[in-house]
């Protein structure tokens, strides 16, 4: 399967723990997003990267959320100290540079703060 | 299965009918919008977009409607089938902007055998 992929899948952790996601995009894609969905609600999104330069954070993107995409390739997400709010859906999507609107998006890591 | 919207607006269509999904977009500077459909437990799978200078598109039993003067998007489904039954989400982008997605509300789509 080449498409873009997510684990852990499922994360239950308790209130005030790290989590950490891991995305592997689509191999020649250049760019990576990190989008945010609760029950009910479209996906909202997080922060981009172009290679391995972060471009863009939503303000949504506490201090306790940090994303890397070190070598332009796999990226992470990392919430530090979680709180019962984030429990959500964390898609991740990847696109290419060509001029379109398509992105592919992953199956999601799905977080529960106890 | 994990449900991806319980409270959503929702559409009861038989098999065979034809569907229309609504979708109004805020900024009418985005260039690009597009359809995405959301199955339960999976992440969002693109269906159809459109750019901004065009007011139709279509696809496989798909069609996307584009008004701009009212900032309006629809999706239409011919002969729906029971495999059409998810979520499906307008998103419009800017592409100077990074490409980035900004989700509308979504609509349930129910099909009936």
């Known amino acids: 399967d080449t498409g873009v992929s997510q684990d852990p899948r499922h994360k239950i952790t308790k209130r005030g723990q790290n989590v950490t996601f891991r995305c592997d995009p689509i191999s020649e894609h250049n760019r990576l997003y990190w989008y945010r969905q609760t029950l009910g609600q479209g996906p909202e999104f997080l922060t981009y990267?172009?290679?391995?330069?972060?471009?863009?954070k939503s303000r949504l993107l506490s201090d306790r959320f940090s994303a890397e995409r070190p070598k332009g390739s796999f990226s992470t997400l990392e919430i530090q100290r979680t709180e019962q709010g984030d429990s959500a859906m964390y898609l991740c999507a990847s696109s290419s540079l060509r001029d379109t609107g398509e992105l592919f998006f992953g199956e999601g890591s799905r977080l529960t703060v106890l | 299965g994990e449900s991806v919207g319980l409270h959503l607006p929702t559409l009861s269509v038989q098999e065979g009918d034809n569907s229309i999904i609504n979708c109004a977009y805020s900024?009418?500077?985005?260039?690009?919008f597009i359809w995405y459909k959301q199955e339960s437990g999976k992440g969002p799978q693109f269906i159809i977009d459109i750019r901004s200078n065009m007011d139709k598109r279509q696809g496989q039993r798909v069609t996307v409607l584009l008004n701009k003067t009212v900032k309006h998007l629809s999706l239409q489904i011919a002969a729906t089938q029971p495999g059409d039954s998810a979520v499906y989400f307008c998103?419009?982008?800017?592409?100077?902007?990074?490409?980035?997605?900004?989700f509308g509300g979504g609509t349930r789509v129910l099909v009936k055998p």
């Open positions: 998103a419009e982008t800017f592409l100077a902007a990074g490409n980035k997605l900004t």
């Open positions: 900024n009418s500077a985005s260039d690009y």
């Open positions: 990267f172009q290679n391995e330069a972060q471009l863009e």
